[in-house]
Structure formats: structure tokens, C-alpha cells
Nanobody, 126 residues
């Protein structure tokens, strides 16, 4: 099993940047494909970005392409989400997730992930 803890959320003005971190403990993060999801008030949780084991393959939801970057540092058991050019519609609780899949597999649906963090709040003011 793996435990996930997100950090780095906060309040930022539109156009600003934040970097979210997801620290994994227990089993090492290199064993997992990792992803970020978000849930805005009154909305369902949605996929944001994912990175495969090994880091070679990545996937993003269309609305964040060119603004967000997912990366991983398995030596630190940490996955990051660099968020630039933030918009008010990016406001949500952001969740980190892990799923045990083969190398190069990118996961973009909730049911593919077995482990979840508790989330970190990101608020973008206009």
C-alpha cells in the first residue's frame, strides 16, 4: 500500500502560479502510475493530469494543456503539478492518486486508481 499527502495549495490571483506536491509513503512511488484530479464546489471530481511509471508518458485534460505540467521525482517519492496562468475556473480541491499498472501506462479515470490523498485546496481569485 501507499499513503499520499498533498501540499502546496493556497490562494492566488488569476495569472499566478502554484506548485502542488504529492508525497508518497509506504511503498515507493516508482511502483505506481500517478495522477491529479480536482473537484470544484457542486461539481464531480474530474481528471487533470497523469504520469506513467518511469515518467515517459503523460496526459492532460484539454483545459489545462499548456498551463499545467505533471512531473515525478521517484528518488523523493514525490509527484508534482506545476500550475501556471491560473484561472478562477481552476479553483477546486486537488487530489493526488496512485495506481499499480505497468510501465508507460497513463491512467485518466478515477476507477483506475487505488489510492487517494485527502486533497489540497486551490483558490484562484479574479
Amino acid at each position: 500500500q501507499v499513503q499520499l499527502v498533498e501540499s502546496g495549495g493556497g490562494l492566488v490571483q488569476a495569472g499566478g502560479s502554484l506548485r502542488l506536491s504529492c508525497a508518497a509513503s509506504g511503498r515507493t512511488s516508482s511502483s505506481y502510475a500517478m495522477g491529479w484530479f480536482r473537484q470544484a464546489p457542486g461539481k464531480e471530481r474530474e481528471f487533470v493530469a497523469a504520469i506513467a511509471r518511469g515518467g515517459t508518458n503523460k496526459s492532460y485534460v484539454e483545459s489545462v494543456k499548456g498551463r499545467f505540467t505533471i512531473s515525478r521525482d521517484d528518488a523523493k517519492n514525490t509527484v508534482y503539478l506545476q500550475m501556471n496562468s491560473l484561472k478562477p475556473e481552476d479553483t477546486a480541491v486537488y487530489y493526488c492518486a496512485a495506481g499499480a499498472y505497468p510501465l508507460k501506462v497513463v491512467l485518466s479515470t478515477e476507477r483506475q486508481y487505488s489510492y487517494w490523498g485527502r486533497g489540497t485546496q486551490v483558490t484562484v481569485s479574479s
